[in-house]
C-alpha cells in the first residue's frame, strides 16, 4: 500500500524556469509534510515542509503548496538552477515518516 | 557539530550471513531512525529508536533488530540475509519528542549492502 506516490519519475527543465514536483498521499491522518534533496553517495537532506492546517509555506526559491482535498502537495522552484539537479523526495509524517519514490530533477544550463 | 556518521559504507554478504550496520547520530539528537531504500525506491521505515528502547517499527520481519546505546548511537542487525535485503540502509537522527511531525530528520549517507 503506497500512501505517497511520486508519479514523475524524472523531471527537465531549462535553467531559470520554474520547476514543479508532484506528490499524492492517501492517508488522511499525515499532520506534516516534507520535501528532501538527495544527492549521489549522500543522504537526504531536509528542504522544505508545511503543516496539514496550511496551504503554502515559503522558504527563498522553494515554495510547498498543499491541497488537503485533493490530498495533493507539490515543490515549486523558481528560478531553477544546475545545483537544483537531485532527487526529490516527498515525505509525509504520521508518528513517522513515509516517503514516496522520488523524482530525479535535471535542470539544464 | 557533527552530522549523521555510518559505517561501514559498502559490504557484500552472502545469502544466510548476518549483518551489522552502525549509525552514530548528530550531537544532541536522542532519536534515531533506519530506513532501507531499493533501488529506485524511496526510503522504507524499518525501525526508531528512542531512550534505548525501540519506538514504531515498520513492515520488516524479526531478523530485522537494532539496538540504540546510551550515546544514542544506533546498530542495525539482519539475520538470515536474503537477496533482497540488498539495499541502502540510511539512519536518521532526530531531537524533540519522535512522534512529532514536525521533527526534522538528519540522514546519514547510508550503508549499501549487497547479498549475493
Known amino acids: 500500500d503506497q500512501q505517497v506516490k511520486q508519479n514523475s519519475p524524472s523531471l527537465s527543465v531549462q535553467e531559470g524556469r520554474i520547476s514543479i514536483l508532484n506528490c499524492d498521499y492517501t492517508?488522511?491522518?499525515?499532520?506534516?509534510f516534507l520535501w528532501y534533496k538527495k544527492y549521489p553517495a549522500e543522504g537526504p537532506t531536509f528542504l522544505i515542509s508545511?503543516?496539514?492546517?496550511?496551504d503554502k509555506n515559503e522558504d527563498g526559491r522553494f515554495t510547498v503548496f498543499l491541497n488537503k482535498s485533493a490530498k495533493h502537495l507539490s515543490l515549486h522552484i523558481v528560478p531553477s538552477q544546475p545545483g537544483d539537479s537531485a532527487v526529490y523526495f516527498c515525505?509525509?509524517?504520521?508518528?513517522?515518516?513515509?516517503f514516496g519514490e522520488g523524482t530525479q530533477l535535471t535542470v539544464n544550463p | 557539530e557533527t552530522g549523521v556518521t555510518q559505517s561501514p559504507t559498502h559490504l557484500i554478504k552472502t545469502r544466510g550471513q548476518q549483518v551489522t550496520l552502525r549509525c552514530s547520530s548528530q550531537?544532541?539528537?536522542?532519536?534515531v531512525s533506519w530506513y532501507q531504500q531499493a533501488l529506485g525506491q524511496g526510503p522504507q521505515f524499518i525501525f526508531q529508536?528512542?531512550?534505548?528502547?525501540?519506538?514504531g517499527r515498520g513492515n520488516f520481519p524479526p531478523r530485522f533488530s537494532g539496538l540504540q546505546f546510551p550515546n544514542y548511537s544506533s546498530e542495525l542487525n539482519v539475520n538470515a540475509l536474503e537477496l533482497d535485503d540488498s539495499a541502502l540502509y540510511l539512519c536518521?537522527?532526530?531531537?524533540?519528542?519522535?512522534?512529532?511531525?514536525?521533527?526534522?530528520?538528519?540522514f546519514g549517507a547510508g550503508s549499501r549492502l549487497t547479498v549475493l
Open positions: 550531537s544532541g539528537h536522542n532519536t
Open positions: 515525505a509525509a509524517s504520521h508518528q513517522r515518516l513515509t
Open positions: 529508536y528512542y531512550r534505548e528502547e525501540e519506538n
Open positions: 492517508n488522511s491522518m499525515f499532520d506534516y
Open positions: 536518521a537522527s532526530s531531537s524533540g519528542v519522535p512522534s512529532s511531525g514536525a521533527n526534522v530528520l538528519t
Open positions: 508545511i503543516s496539514s492546517i496550511k
